[in-house]
Nanobody, 124 residues
Framework: QVQLVESGGGLVQAGGSLRLSCAASGRTFSSSAMGWFRQAPGKEREFVASINWSGVSTYYTDSVKGRFTISRDNGKDTVYLQMNSLKPEDTAIYYC?????????????????WGQGTQVTVSS
């Protein structure tokens, strides 16, 4: 079992930055690929970014490439999402997810454990 707790969400103006954190506990974090997803009101949950077990491999959805950076610290069992140049369309609840596999993955069904989510609101 894995427990995930997100933090770092909030209200920011367009063009601003936020850093989300996801603290993991339970099974071995360092062998798990991790992902960030988001869900806006009335929309399905969508993939944002993923990072493999070592942090060497990352993958992003096109809309956040060049603006968001996913990273991890296996010594602290924590994964991060640095979000720069935020846009109003980035407004959503952001979820951290863990999978039993070690490689990056982009689909909701590939992830076994989920956090409770943190709200990100970008004002225009």
């Amino acid at each position: 079992q894995v427990q995930l707790v997100e933090s770092g969400g909030g209200l920011v103006q367009a063009g601003g930055s936020l850093r989300l954190s996801c603290a993991a506990s339970g099974r071995t974090f360092s062998s798990s690929a991790m992902g960030w997803f988001r869900q806006a009101p009335g929309k399905e949950r969508e993939f944002v970014a993923s990072i493999n077990w070592s942090g060497v491999s990352t993958y992003y959805t096109d809309s956040v490439k060049g603006r968001f950076t996913i990273s991890r610290d296996n010594g602290k069992d924590t994964v991060y999402l640095q979000m720069n140049s935020l846009k109003p369309e980035d407004t959503a609840i952001y979820y951290c997810a863990a999978r039993t596999g070690s490689a990056v993955a982009t689909s909701v069904i590939n992830y076994n454990y989920w956090g409770q989510g943190t709200q990100v609101t970008v004002s225009s």
